[in-house]
Structures are given as structure tokens and as C-alpha cells.
């Protein structure tokens, strides 16, 4: 494999990764949250303190990395679209929404990012680009559409309207930051990231943090918070910058489609669904989109095709 494919590889298998624990986190923290006595704020600010000292821990073993005052600047900003409004947006509205409506607005993360990137960043807007968008999300239509049967929260449009806002909120970060996350390791982003995050949360969230009857909360919330902070959060926004670094916003963003796909698969695994032909037909086309998606060029490659022909007619 060539040192581009390599990068390439590194990059899927990331986002994958990171997005299978992303999945896994959406029913164990709406289940924190609607049995286990943690309200959404208290979760947040778990969430983004916990994660900023582990990766402050970690840098500690990692090579020592300078950040230029003006990055830092950056990284706040970084922190409110990517962090911040990401999670105050997401938790709060999942905890006012069904699952089923919140998995379906997330799929309208790769829409938003490839619009963002066509406007910032001049990305084109290809036809592939499109199919594969389109042909991923009919993947989880499908499922969710099938599975409406097995709701049991209610809709509500506040929650609704801040889900969507947390898309929109993380397809900006994706597109503006790119070239910024690029320039550090994931380790260095991520600890300025997280520590502007906690900061930026205290003084929301700290009456829900003290007012909790700790003393009262059973070890498998306990052991649920662990989760979310340590794999959902620490572990898995390490690997992001990891898929940024290599690969365009809009196929980022792709990866979106997995939540639901795993949401629905964990069900199967503890007995609380089947595995059906609609399910089947979700994964191929979830998966067939992202491919499609891939193959698609970017603006630097269609610049270098056009210069290329420029210089053939030459």
C-alpha cells in the first residue's frame, strides 16, 4: 500500500472505530439519563472535565508540542462548535426527544457538511457526492422508518430543533477548523479543546452537578458515565483528528450513519430486536454510500485534472 493509501486507511479505520463507540454511547446515556438519575447537564459537564484530564494526563507522555498563540485563539473556537454546543445541543435535545427522531436528524450531518464545505472551502458539489449522501441515507431512513415499532419515547420539536442544531454545530467544525487540526497531534488539540469546553460549561452546569444525590446513584450509572467520559468522549475524539488529517469534511462526516447502525445493532445483540431484511438492506446501503462518497474528487484533484489537460492541449 502506498504512503497515500496508508493515510487513507488510517483515516477510515479511525472514523470507524470512533464512530461504532459514538453509536454504542447514544442508548447508554439516554439510559444514564431516563433511569439513572443524571440529568443532561450534570452528563455534559462529566463528559468534557473527564475527558479534559485524561488528555491532559496523556500529553504528559506524549512529545511536548508548541501552540502558537493565534492556534490558541483558534482552538476556543474550535471548542464552542466542536465541543461545546456539540454536546450542550445533542444530550439536552436526546434527552427531550425519542431516539428514533434524533438518529434521523443526525443524518442530515453530511448534507449540512457538504453544503459548509461547497461555501468555505469551495469544495465541489459533485454528482457522486450526492449519490453517496443520498444513497447513505436512505440506508437509514430504512431503518428507522422499520423501527418506529420499538419507540417508546415522544417526539418533541424542542429537542428535535437542538439535535439539529448540534449537526450543524459539528459540520461547521469539521469544515472551518480542518487546516487547524491539521497542524497538531490529535493529543494537543483535543486537551485545548476540552479544557476551553469545561471551562465554558462550569458556570452552565454547575447547580445540576452539585445538586445530584451522588450517594444514591447505582455502580451501573456509575459505571455507565465511565463509558461515555472515557471511551465515548477521551478515547474516540482522539481518533477524530486522526480521520480529519486524511480525508475531506464531507467524507467525515459520512461516518454519521454508523450511530444508528449500531444503535440498532446492540439492540439485536441484547435480544430487544431481529435482524431482518430492512436492517440488511440499511447496512449495504449505509456502506455503499460512504464507498460512493470516497470515490468521489476533491477540488485539489479536479484542479490537477484541469492543469493537466491545460498542459496536454499545450
Given at each position: 500500500m502506498n504512503r497515500t493509501g496508508d493515510a487513507s486507511f488510517k483515516g477510515h479505520l479511525s472514523l470507524f472505530v470512533a464512530y461504532i463507540i459514538?453509536?454504542?454511547?447514544?442508548?447508554?446515556?439516554?439510559?444514564?439519563?431516563?433511569?439513572?438519575?443524571?440529568?443532561p447537564l450534570t452528563l455534559i459537564f462529566f463528559r468534557v472535565a473527564g475527558a479534559a484530564v485524561l488528555l491532559w494526563g496523556a500529553s504528559l507522555l506524549a512529545p511536548r508540542e508548541r501552540v502558537?498563540?493565534?492556534?490558541?485563539?483558534?482552538?476556543?473556537?474550535?471548542?464552542?462548535?466542536?465541543?461545546?454546543?456539540?454536546?450542550?445541543s445533542y444530550i439536552t435535545g436526546l434527552s427531550k426527544t425519542s431516539p428514533v427522531d434524533a438518529s434521523l436528524i443526525a443524518t442530515l450531518g453530511p448534507i449540512v457538511t457538504m453544503l459548509v464545505a461547497a461555501v468555505y472551502l469551495k469544495e465541489p458539489i459533485t454528482f457522486k457526492k450526492i449519490l453517496g449522501v443520498l444513497v447513505g441515507a436512505g440506508g437509514v431512513f430504512l431503518l428507522i422508518l422499520t423501527g418506529v415499532q420499538m419507540v417508546n419515547g415522544e417526539s418533541h420539536l424542542y429537542g428535535n430543533l437542538l439535535c439539529l442544531a448540534s449537526s450543524l454545530s459539528f459540520a461547521l467544525y469539521l469544515t472551518l477548523f480542518r487546516d487547524l487540526v491539521r497542524r497538531y497531534s490529535s493529543v494537543t488539540v483535543m486537551k485545548w479543546m476540552f479544557l476551553y469546553a469545561t471551562i465554558i460549561c462550569a458556570p452552565i452546569c454547575y447547580r445540576s452537578v452539585w445538586s445530584i444525590d451522588y450517594g444514591a446513584l447505582s455502580a451501573t450509572t456509575y459505571w455507565k458515565l465511565a463509558f461515555v467520559v472515557c471511551c465515548a468522549t477521551f478515547f474516540s475524539y482522539l481518533l477524530l483528528p486522526v480521520g480529519q488529517k486524511r480525508l475531506r469534511p464531507t467524507i467525515v462526516s459520512m461516518y454519521n450513519y454508523l450511530q444508528p447502525m449500531v444503535g440498532s445493532g446492540a439492540a439485536v445483540a441484547m435480544g430487544l430486536d431481529t435482524f431482518g431484511w430492512a436492517k440488511g438492506v440499511s447496512a449495504l446501503l449505509v456502506f455503499l454510500g460512504v464507498y460512493i462518497v470516497t470515490l468521489s474528487k476533491s477540488r485539489a484533484q479536479l484542479e490537477a485534472e484541469k492543469n493537466r489537460t491545460f498542459a496536454t492541449n499545450e
Amino acid at each position: 500500500m502506498n504512503r497515500t493509501g496508508d493515510a487513507s486507511f488510517k483515516g477510515h479505520l479511525s472514523l470507524f472505530v470512533a464512530y461504532i463507540i459514538f453509536g454504542l454511547s447514544a442508548p447508554i446515556a439516554k439510559s444514564a439519563m431516563a433511569q439513572g438519575g443524571i440529568d443532561p447537564l450534570t452528563l455534559i459537564f462529566f463528559r468534557v472535565a473527564g475527558a479534559a484530564v485524561l488528555l491532559w494526563g496523556a500529553s504528559l507522555l506524549a512529545p511536548r508540542e508548541r501552540v502558537k498563540k493565534r492556534d490558541l485563539l483558534l482552538l476556543t473556537g474550535a471548542s464552542m462548535f466542536g465541543i461545546t454546543l456539540n454536546q450542550l445541543s445533542y444530550i439536552t435535545g436526546l434527552s427531550k426527544t425519542s431516539p428514533v427522531d434524533a438518529s434521523l436528524i443526525a443524518t442530515l450531518g453530511p448534507i449540512v457538511t457538504m453544503l459548509v464545505a461547497a461555501v468555505y472551502l469551495k469544495e465541489p458539489i459533485t454528482f457522486k457526492k450526492i449519490l453517496g449522501v443520498l444513497v447513505g441515507a436512505g440506508g437509514v431512513f430504512l431503518l428507522i422508518l422499520t423501527g418506529v415499532q420499538m419507540v417508546n419515547g415522544e417526539s418533541h420539536l424542542y429537542g428535535n430543533l437542538l439535535c439539529l442544531a448540534s449537526s450543524l454545530s459539528f459540520a461547521l467544525y469539521l469544515t472551518l477548523f480542518r487546516d487547524l487540526v491539521r497542524r497538531y497531534s490529535s493529543v494537543t488539540v483535543m486537551k485545548w479543546m476540552f479544557l476551553y469546553a469545561t471551562i465554558i460549561c462550569a458556570p452552565i452546569c454547575y447547580r445540576s452537578v452539585w445538586s445530584i444525590d451522588y450517594g444514591a446513584l447505582s455502580a451501573t450509572t456509575y459505571w455507565k458515565l465511565a463509558f461515555v467520559v472515557c471511551c465515548a468522549t477521551f478515547f474516540s475524539y482522539l481518533l477524530l483528528p486522526v480521520g480529519q488529517k486524511r480525508l475531506r469534511p464531507t467524507i467525515v462526516s459520512m461516518y454519521n450513519y454508523l450511530q444508528p447502525m449500531v444503535g440498532s445493532g446492540a439492540a439485536v445483540a441484547m435480544g430487544l430486536d431481529t435482524f431482518g431484511w430492512a436492517k440488511g438492506v440499511s447496512a449495504l446501503l449505509v456502506f455503499l454510500g460512504v464507498y460512493i462518497v470516497t470515490l468521489s474528487k476533491s477540488r485539489a484533484q479536479l484542479e490537477a485534472e484541469k492543469n493537466r489537460t491545460f498542459a496536454t492541449n499545450e
